[in-house]
């Protein structure tokens, strides 16, 4: 079943489309400025920063993953319906 957006949510559709609109041209224009040249250090720290951003995440990921399937959350779910048995 499909929902119907309100006007408010057309707006902030449309503004949030213009932000991204403009961070797209303003990012092309600072890329072709041309100002600015990395050396290799600097290629080195975004290749590191890459790499250890992504394999915290990962790891992150995998641990939520881990915890969820081990059944140590399922005692902090407040929502979740409780067997007799288990009172």
């Not at 290629?43 to 969820?68: N, Q, R, Y």
Request: glycine share 10%.
């Amino acid at each position: 079943m499909r929902q119907k957006l309100s006007i408010g949510q057309y707006i902030l559709l449309a503004v949030l489309f213009a932000m991204l609109v403009l961070a797209v041209m303003w990012a092309a224009f600072v890329w072709n400025t041309g100002e600015n040249v990395m050396d290799k250090h600097g290629w080195i720290a975004l290749g590191l920063g890459t790499f250890f951003s992504l394999l915290v995440g990962c790891g992150l990921m995998a641990l939520m993953f881990f915890s969820s399937r081990s059944g140590h959350d399922d005692a902090a779910d407040p929502f979740r319906k409780r067997d007799e048995s288990e009172r």
